[in-house]
């Protein structure tokens, strides 16, 4: 188990170097040992503590249903942060989610917010760069769709115009 976290860890530190194109993924097991620290927490405020890893661990899940509960965690206690730096992370947290279910819009709306909160975080500034790929990505792809569906009627209809004559 602690040679998985620390393999997570390394990937963690290698996204925010600059080093990779990926967000880290965070597997079950680490997912199940925050589930547990929250379960056995003695106060409210180490289930508070617990409750953030968890929601950190979930948002960086493989499974959408993970990260959808992530994001449920998330917006359920944003309310009651008590800082702009808890705020900051929590919003930073939302936008990791929307991020991995493929809300782009919404992603970049959350780490935009997180950047107004702290104009040089270095986390939100890579997940920004992150969000505006896809999104550009995405465009492209769009745009590549769209002229082929245009080629395909316009063929279609060329051809229709040489069967009649």
């Known amino acids: 188990m602690e040679a998985k976290i620390n393999r997570f860890f390394d990937s963690v530190g290698t996204f925010f170097s600059g080093n990779s194109e990926n967000i880290p993924w965070c597997d079950h097991d680490i997912i199940a040992g925050c589930e547990k620290e929250v379960r056995e927490a003695a106060s409210e405020e180490q289930k508070g503590d617990s409750v953030m890893r968890l929601s950190w661990a979930l948002v960086h899940s493989k499974d959408q249903a993970d990260v959808n509960r992530g994001i449920a965690m998330v917006e359920a206690s944003l309310a009651n942060s008590n800082s702009s730096l808890q705020t900051r992370e ?76």
Request: proline share 3%; with cysteine; net charge positive.
């Open 90 to 165: 929590k919003l930073y947290l939302l936008a990791v989610g929307y991020y991995r279910i493929g809300d782009y819009p919404r992603s970049r709306q959350l780490v935009d917010h997180c950047l107004e909160i702290e104009p040089e975080w270095r986390q939100a500034r890579t997940l920004k760069k992150a969000v505006e790929d896809k999104i550009s990505k995405d465009g492209l792809i769009g745009v590549g769709i769209a002229t082929t569906a245009v080629g395909l009627l316009v063929g279609g209809i060329a051809a229709a115009l040489i069967r009649k004559k």
